[in-house]
Nanobody, 119 residues
Framework: QVHLVESGGGLVQAGGSLRLSCAAS????????MGWYRQAPGKQREVVAE???????NYADSVKGRFTISRDSAKNTLYLQMSSLKPEDTALYYC?????????????WGQGTQVTVSS
């Protein structure tokens, strides 16, 4: 099992910045990808950014140049630095981890942290 706990959400004005954190615990050695997803009211959950165990990153077009995903392996923590925030970034942000075990893939999710950007 992998346990994910997000923090760092809040209310910020447009143009501001926030940093989200995701602390991972449990069987984290076999995680191959971690990322951030978001879900706005009435919309489907969408990927925001991903970081593979090999260090490759992937960003949604809507956040490229504004958001940066990173990790601190010593602290088992994933981060999402968000800058130049826009009202359309308002959503519940979820941390995700993907893990392979015994030829099966498992997905793990945190409880979510709310980001609200006011205009």
């Amino acid at each position: 099992q992998v346990h994910l706990v997000e923090s760092g959400g809040g209310l910020v004005q447009a143009g501001g910045s926030l940093r989200l954190s995701c602390a991972a615990s449990g069987i984290i050695a076999s995680i191959h990808v971690m990322g951030w997803y978001r879900q706005a009211p009435g919309k489907q959950r969408e990927v925001v950014a991903e970081l593979t165990s090999g260090g490759r990153t992937n960003y949604a077009d809507s956040v490229k140049g504004r958001f940066t995903i990173s990790r601190d392996s010593a602290k088992n923590t994933l981060y999402l630095q968000m800058s130049s925030l826009k009202p359309e970034d308002t959503a519940l942000y979820y941390c995700h981890a993907g893990r392979w075990f015994d030829s099966q893939h498992y997905n793990y999710w945190g409880q979510g942290t709310q980001v609200t950007v006011s205009s």
